[in-house]
C-alpha cells in the first residue's frame, strides 16, 4: 500500500461517522450496518428493501467485520503503521550509523597505529 493509498483511507475514515458501527438485524430479517442501528438511521448497507426482496446478501460475519472496520479502527492501525514505520526507519539508521562509525574507528586505528 503506497502513502498515498494510506492518506487517502486515512482521509474517507476521518470524514466517516465515527460512533461505533454495528451490524443488526430486525424481527423481520432485514440487517444493516450503520452508526448506532436504531440511533438515527443512516445505514452503511440495507439488505432488504420494504418489500422484503434482497438487494444483495450478506453473511452475518461479513456484516460484524464490517461493523468492527470502523473509521476509529482504520485509523488506529494506520498510526500504528506509521509507528512501526518510524521505528523501522530508526532501527535502521542507528544500525548504518554504528556500522559506519564501527568501520570509521577501525581505518582510523589502522592509518594511526600505521603512523607511528
Known amino acids: 500500500m503506497t502513502r498515498a493509498e494510506r492518506a487517502r483511507l486515512r482521509a474517507l475514515a476521518e470524514a466517516a461517522t465515527p460512533r461505533p458501527w454495528r451490524y443488526c438485524v430486525d424481527p423481520d430479517g432485514c440487517a444493516v450496518v450503520c452508526p448506532g442501528c436504531g440511533e438515527d438511521h443512516d445505514l452503511l448497507a440495507w439488505l432488504a428493501d420494504e418489500s422484503g426482496a434482497r438487494l ?55 592509518v594511526l597505529g600505521e603512523g607511528t
Open 56 to 110: 444483495y446478501t450478506i453473511t452475518p460475519a461479513d456484516g460484524e467485520y464490517l461493523a468492527a472496520v470502523s473509521p476509529t479502527t482504520i485509523v488506529a492501525l494506520l498510526d500504528e503503521l506509521e509507528r512501526a514505520e518510524q521505528r523501522a526507519e530508526a532501527l535502521a539508521k542507528a544500525w548504518w550509523d554504528h556500522c559506519y562509525v564501527s568501520k570509521v574507528n577501525r581505518l582510523a586505528a589502522e
